[in-house]
């Protein structure tokens, strides 16, 4: 069975680094692309972007470019959403999801960021 | 990028009634287009893929729609814990996109 673990939440302060991890099973890791997939409180889905753990291909929508970075270790089938300092704007919870149609997803990491 | 449209954002309907939720891109996307459920802001779960194939663990009473431009999520007898946010995603290319989102109450 697919399955996607995420790392659990996290509280942070405005300037922080942060890393969170999505870790997955039941499939071949390396061959299906990583999707994330960002929800602010009390609103829709935004596609951040995906991976590609065999080569480490990473791909971002335009209004995430330069804000994360993707990250993949394929030997522990783990996949990492990074950044270098967060904003308060960032609060919200971050999802992986297997595949370029997001057939499987994470349960999600809320991502708390206050002063 | 190509864009959807969904519709409408929210509803509410009795259980046994029929809903249906919209989705409109804004170029042909052939059928590359799924549907998910989201409960309580929590998991996301795939209900149908590629626009009509129900997913194996999806119950019979929602079915998919649609080709091109415009797709349906159809919910056919609406059931209490049908209650939830339903999204569409079109992956015709990158980037992906979701629709905005449709939360269905039942009375």
């Known amino acids: 069975e697919v399955h996607l673990e995420q790392s659990g939440a996290e509280f942070k302060k405005p300037g922080e680094s942060l890393q969170i991890s999505c870790k997955g099973s039941?499939?071949?890791?390396?061959?299906?692309?990583i999707a994330w997939v960002r929800q602010m409180p009390g609103k829709g889905l935004e596609w951040m972007g995906i991976?590609?753990?065999?080569?480490?291909?990473?791909r971002y929508t335009p209004s995430f470019r330069g804000q994360v970075t993707f990250s993949v270790d394929k030997s522990v089938s783990t996949a990492y959403l990074q950044w270098t300092s967060l904003k308060v704007s960032d609060t919200a919870k971050y999802y992986c999801a297997r595949g370029l149609d997001a057939d499987s997803w994470g349960q999600g990491t809320p991502v708390i960021v206050s002063s | 990028e190509t864009t959807v449209t969904q519709s409408p954002m929210f509803l509410s309907a009795a259980p046994g009634h029929t809903v249906n939720i919209t989705c409109k891109a804004t170029?042909?996307?052939?059928?590359?287009l799924n549907w998910y459920q989201q409960k309580a802001g929590g998991l996301v779960v795939l209900l149908i893929r590629?626009?009509?194939t129900v997913v194996s663990a999806t119950p019979p009473r929602f079915r998919g729609s649609g080709h091109g431009f415009d797709f349906t999520l159809t919910i056919q007898p609406l059931q209490p814990e049908d209650a939830a946010d339903y999204f569409c995603?079109?992956?015709?290319?990158?980037?992906?996109?979701f629709g905005q989102g449709t939360r269905v109450e039942v009375k």
């Open positions: 995603l079109q992956h015709d290319g990158f980037p992906q996109t």
């Open positions: 590629e626009a009509t």
């Open positions: 991976i590609y753990p065999d080569d480490s291909d990473a």
């Open positions: 039941g499939y071949n890791f390396a061959i299906y692309w």
């Open positions: 170029e042909d996307i052939d059928d590359d």
